[in-house]
């Protein structure tokens, strides 16, 4: 009798580990190795002698399961995680909302600037002028491809002025290099210039306020390397003063 009792309590607990959402026994495919988590994507455990371990990537990264790499933890948008959806509790330490990844300034008006979080410690970045930070790739891209909504003067901005890009650029500059995005300065503003994209696709640039465009060094500049633009700002200045 108490046999028989104390078999139908184990096959009752049995049952009900398999049926609970926590529970999960956690078997190695080899004898040695890192496999991913099922339902966690910065999880994975780490195989010995077909034992597993539990173990947690940095916060803000998670685990790819085909990486050739000793350390498999790489950054989110290098991963697809598939159906790995769940991440550890994120443990901010000042601009960084987790301790490692890149991370869009705090201020969504503000679509140059981003952070580069290593261990809790961030290291501020600008984008090349003309750019936004694209929170999906964690790279500078040109504002209609980054599509951040409030961006400022640059969010969106559509060529309204009617400049095509010229067929007849020059296709090598003064040392012999070959140009694929040729630069042409803005007719009247002189903190603005033009990128066609394959010589083609024109895309509207701006310098760091201060900086004037370059036509000869094909970038932007103190004003006063520029003789046309050396008074531009001062100009401007009075301008919205009058």
């Not at 049926?19 to 999880?43: M, S, V």
């Not at 990537?57 to 598939?82: E, H, I, Y």
């Not at 410690?121 to 984008?127: D, H, K, S, V």
């Not at 002025?161 to 007719?187: L, V």
Request: glycine share 6%; net charge negative; charged share 25%.
């Amino acid at each position: 009798m108490c046999k028989s009792l104390v078999l139908i309590a184990l096959l009752v607990c049995g049952v009900y580990a398999a049926n609970d959402d926590d529970y999960f026994d956690f078997t190695c495919p080899r004898e040695n190795g890192q496999y991913e988590d099922p339902y966690q994507c910065d999880k994975y455990y780490e195989c010995q002698d077909g034992r597993p371990t539990e173990k947690l990537c940095p916060d803000g990264l998670v685990f790819d399961p085909t990486s050739k790499l000793p350390s498999k933890c790489d950054q989110p948008f290098n991963v697809d995680c598939q159906q790995r959806k769940e991440l550890q509790e994120p443990k901010p330490i000042g601009a960084c909302p987790r301790q490692n990844g890149f991370f869009a300034h705090p201020d969504s008006s503000i679509c140059n600037v981003f952070y580069n979080c290593v261990n809790g410690r961030e290291l501020e970045m600008t984008c090349v002028a003309g750019l936004h930070f694209n929170t999906e790739t964690g790279t500078c891209v040109w504002p209609d491809m980054a599509n951040r909504v409030g961006c400022g003067s640059n969010a969106n901005k559509k060529l309204a002025d009617g400049f095509q890009c010229p067929k007849d650029y020059p296709k090598a500059d003064k040392n012999g290099q070959s140009i694929t995005h040729p630069n042409f300065p803005h007719p009247e503003d002189c903190s603005k210039f033009y990128i066609c994209l394959n010589g083609v696709e024109p895309r509207q640039g701006t310098c760091d306020p201060g900086l004037v465009y370059n036509e000869d060094l094909q970038r932007c500049d103190e004003p006063e390397n520029v003789p046309a633009c050396e008074d531009w700002y001062v100009q401007a200045e009075k301008a919205t003063e009058n």
